[in-house]
């Protein structure tokens, strides 16, 4: 079967299982190109709050499939590749989460949501790169744990000086490992490009940046902005929007590294298996759920 057999069969069944497809701006291009919704986590999140169909088709990790199954319990939420998970998203345990809060207890955990369903579970409040700032200037605590992003912790913790905030030691694997020699390197090569970059980058590659921000707050920046030349610092997948929407305009990806294995993982193969068997759905424990989804809806009413 070649792709466009492929695509005409995912729109058959997606119609026949009365599902929609949504799909993170990491995923690759085939797949990004049949979604029904494309975005960052933030926006992926209420577009599957508010979408009537009964079956979600999550083009994108665990824990972003978890999150739309956490806020629509009636939804099946599907994960078509089931070992499409994130690195940082289990370097918080709820065990070791336990004992931080025994360590800091005056402190709200604000999680952010790339963490599993039960750590979310023990958490006081989520939030996504988009909103993690405004998140922690409005709750009213001033002692924070955040928890697991470190980098997008020391941003936050710049943003809001007035507040005390705990790092956790959680990274992403992908964005972590670009050094500010890479970063200045190409500079160097593209100095009249204008540098944005993703909180999840270290702290010195944040700080040398022009613009921070989410995968669809870059998107829309470059989109938006008058200037020619961009050097993107997130994982490669948001070039292509970025060059469908702006095709007058140039990209450098900050590193060729910037590959995340896992968002990867799904193809248009595994779109059509996903909805020819209904798999994979997400299940989490009744209790767990409903603790989660408090910290998700605080997060939509207030993010
Ligand atoms: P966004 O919320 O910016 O889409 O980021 C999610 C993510 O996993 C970044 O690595
Ligand atoms: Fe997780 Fe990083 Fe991949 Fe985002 S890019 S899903 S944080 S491993």
Redesign the pocket.
């Known amino acids: 079967m070649d792709n466009q057999e492929i695509i005409q069969r995912i729109l058959d069944l997606k119609e026949q299982r009365n599902a929609v497809i949504v799909a993170?701006n990491?995923q690759i291009d085939e797949v990004q190109s049949i979604a029904d919704m494309v975005g960052d986590s933030f926006a992926l999140s209420k577009y599957c709050a508010s979408v009537t169909q009964e079956v979600i088709v999550f083009c994108?990790?665990k824990?972003?499939a978890e999150s739309a199954k956490i806020l629509s319990p009636q939804k099946t939420v599907l994960l078509p590749e089931l070992s499409a998970?994130?690195?940082?998203?289990d370097m918080v345990t709820p065990e070791a989460l336990l004992e931080a809060k025994k360590q800091f207890p005056g402190a709200a955990v604000v999680c952010y949501v790339?963490s599993s369903a039960e750590v979310k579970a023990l958490s006081d409040i989520c939030c996504t790169s988009s909103n993690a700032v405004s998140i922690v200037k409005k709750i009213p605590e001033q002692e924070i744990l955040f928890i697991p992003?470190q980098n997008l912790g020391s941003y936050v913790a710049k943003k809001v000086p007035e507040k005390k905030i705990h790092l956790w030691n959680g990274y992403?694997?992908?964005?972590h490992k670009i050094t500010l020699a890479e970063a200045k390197k190409i500079r160097d090569l593209h100095p009249d490009a204008v540098f944005l970059v993703h909180p999840?980058c270290k702290p010195e590659v944040v700080e040398f940046a022009d613009f921070v921000g989410s995968t669809k707050q870059i998107i829309d920046f470059a989109t938006k902005s008058n200037s020619k030349k961009f050097i993107i610092g997130?994982?490669m997948g948001v070039l292509y929007k970025l060059k469908k929407d702006n095709p007058e305009k140039t990209f450098f990806l900050m590193s060729q590294g910037l590959i995340?294995?896992?968002?990867k993982k799904t193809t248009l193969k595994s779109v059509l298996n996903s909805l020819r068997e209904m798999k994979s759905p997400v299940e989490i424990v009744e209790e767990v759920r409903k603790k989660a989804s408090y910290g998700l809806e605080r997060m939509l009413e207030l993010g």
């Open positions: 993170h990491y994108g990790v824990f972003m998970g994130c690195p940082m998203a790339n992003d992403c694997i992908t964005h999840e997130t994982e995340c294995p896992n968002m």
